[in-house]
C-alpha cells in the first residue's frame, strides 16, 4: 500500500464574482501519475496553483503528507520547496544560465554548498538529457530545451510531488515530443506527479487516474482505459472527440463541423 | 606672431579660461552634488519602487503619492522649501563645513564639501531624483514580468527573496537604457542650488561674468563643461550596459 502525499480537500476559489472551483476533493498517493484535464477556464490552472498556495484557495485545504499547508505557522516557502512546478511558459529565470536556474533553489533554500547545489544540478539535467547545454541561458534554448530545463528545476529539490502545468502546450508540435519522453521517464522513476496536459497519449501510458474538471468540479473520474472506452458524461465524450479531432483522426478536420461543436 | 591683434572671441575665451581655478572647484562640486543625488536618489528609488509594485495598498499609495508630489512640483520649490523650512520654524542653524583644501598649478582650490547649504541641496537633489529613479525602476521591475517570481516562490524561496535573487538583478539590467535618462538630467538640474548659494559650476559661472562682463563666452565654457561631462556618462552606461547584458536577449 503506498503512502498518502497529498490530499485536497474541499477546495473553492473565487476570482471576484467568478467561482472557479467549487469543492475539489482529491488524494494522491506516492509514485501516483495524477492527469487533470477538461476544458478552458474549468479551474486546472488555478486549483495547481491552491495547491502550493501561490493562490491560496478561498475555503478548503491542502494536506501534504498529513501537514495542513493552511495551518497557523506553517512555513509555507519551506512546504513549497517539497511542492515542485512546471510552469506552461517555462518562467526560466533569464539571468541565469541552465544550471544556475537548477542550482539556485538547492543554494539559497536548501543551504547547499556551491559545489554540492552544482554536482546536484547537473545530475538532474542528465536525468532531463540537458547536459550539454548546461552552460547556456534560456534564451539561447529551444522551447523543448527551455522546459526540460524547467523540469529538472522542480526535479532537482527532490520534492514530494511535481506539479505540471500544461508544460507542452506552448510548445511547436516537433519540440513535445522530447519534452513528454523526460515526463514518461520521471514518471516511470517514480516520480509522483500532477499534470494538467490535454495530452492523451501521455495520460494513456502512465496516468494512474484521470480526473476531468468541468467548471469547477470534478465532472468524472476514473482510469484511462474508463475514459477511453466509456466515459459516462455526455460533456467528457464531447470532449474528448474534440481533442480527438485535433490531435487524432484527420478525417473529421474536412467535414462540417456539427452546431454542438460551437457550444 | 601671425595675428597682429588677437580676435576678440579667442582674447574673450582666454580672459574666461584665466578663471579656470573657479571653473575647476565649481565642476568638482558640481560633481559632487551629482553624484551623491544620483547614488541615495538611486537607492530611494529602488526602495520606492519596489513598495510601490510589490507593496500592500496601503504602502503601495504612500510611495505613489511621494512620486507623484515629487515628480509633480518643481525641483527649485522644493530646494527653498527644504532650506527656509528651518528658518521659519525658527529652528537654529551652526555655521559648520566640512572643507577639502589642494593646491594645484600654485592656486589654492578650496572647496566646501559639506556644510549646511551643501547637504540641503544634497537632500532635495536626492529626494526630487529617487521619485524619478523609482519610476524607471518600477517599469523595468514589471518588465521582468510574474512568472519568474511564481517560479522562484514555487522552489521554496520567500516573495522577498524572488524579488531579490531573481527579478533585481534582471530589472538592473533592463533599466540601465531608460535610466541614463535620469542620469544625464541630473547634473544639469544641480545647477538650482545657485540659488541658494553653493559654489557650484554654474555659480561660478555668475561669479566669473561679474568679475568679466564676458556673459556669452563663461556659459559656453561651461556648457562645454557640461556636454564633456554628460557624454563621458552616456558613453560610460551604453557600455555598462553592453557588458551586463544577458546573452541571447
Known sequence: MNKLVLKVDNVWKSYKDLQVLKGISFEVLEGEVKVLFGPSGSGKSTLLRCINMLVPPDKGNVFLRGQNLNEHGVNINAMRARIGMVFQHFNLFAHLKAVDNVSIGLRRVKGLSKEDAREKAFNALKSVKMMKWADHYPAQLSGGQQQRVGIARALAMEPDVILFDEPTS?????????????????????????????????????????????????????????????PKSERVKHFLRQLDILYGSHEKLLQPLDEEDFK | MIFQNIPEPIDELIRVLGYWDYIFSGFLITLWLYGCALILGFFLGLFLSIVRTYGNRFFSTIATAYIDIMRGTPLIAQLLLIYFLPYSLNIPISAWSFKANFVMFDKNITLILLDHKTMISILALSLNSGAYQAEYLRGSLMSVGSGQLLAAQSVGMSRLAGIRHIVLPQALRRVIPAWSNEAAYLPKYTVVVYFIGVSDLFSEGYYIVSRTFLTLATFIVIAIVFLILISIISKGLDILHEKTRIPGL
Not at chain 1, 519534452?179 to 501521455?202: N, P, R, S
Request: hydrophobic content about 50%; overall charge negative; glycine content about 10%.
Open chain 1, 170 to 230: 506552448a510548445l511547436d508540435p516537433e519540440l513535445i515530443g522530447e519534452v513528454l519522453q523526460v515526463m514518461l521517464d520521471i514518471a516511470k522513476a517514480g516520480t509522483t506527479m500532477i499534470v494538467v496536459t490535454h495530452e492523451m497519449g501521455f495520460a494513456r501510458a502512465v496516468s494512474s487516474e484521470m480526473i476531468f474538471l468541468g467548471d469547477g468540479i470534478i465532472e468524472e473520474r476514473g482510469s484511462p482505459d474508463h475514459f477511453f472506452t466509456n
